[in-house]
């Protein structure tokens, strides 16, 4: 059951990390920055869950120097909200 669940997650991450490819730092794209924060903590998540072999063969991983020094900006704000709760969400349907 979790190989399945993975296996629909994977495609997501892929889909929203290209979704949020062109990330210009400002307040317009708050969604996006959000839903970046997402699937970076749906890609930690399954990292820290023991997946970590999967997401590599994947291509899949996060981009720390993205969030750099924008931690405190409208846009960080949406993005680590986004983090916790794509971490906190994936970890809850792979466990």
């Known amino acids: 059951m979790t190989e ?3 296996q629909r ?7 929203l990390q290209a979704e949020t490819a062109t990330l210009v ?14 699937a970076d903590g749906m890609v930690e998540a399954m990292r820290s869950l023991g997946f970590s072999q999967k997401l590599d063969a ?12 924008q931690e ?3 846009w960080g704000k949406a993005y680590l909200h986004g983090f916790e709760m794509g971490e906190k969400e994936t970890a809850e ?3």
């Not at 730092?25 to 997402?38: D, M, P």
């Not at 994947?58 to 020094?69: C, F, M, Q």
């Open 4 to 6: 399945d669940i993975l």
């Open 9 to 15: 997650l994977i495609p997501l991450v892929r889909e």
């Open 25 to 38: 730092a400002q307040e317009s794209e708050l969604q996006l920055w959000y839903n970046r924060g997402y």
């Open 58 to 69: 994947a291509g899949l991983a996060v981009d720390s120097s993205l969030i750099s020094g």
């Open 72 to 74: 405190f900006l409208p």
């Open 93 to 95: 349907v792979l466990t």
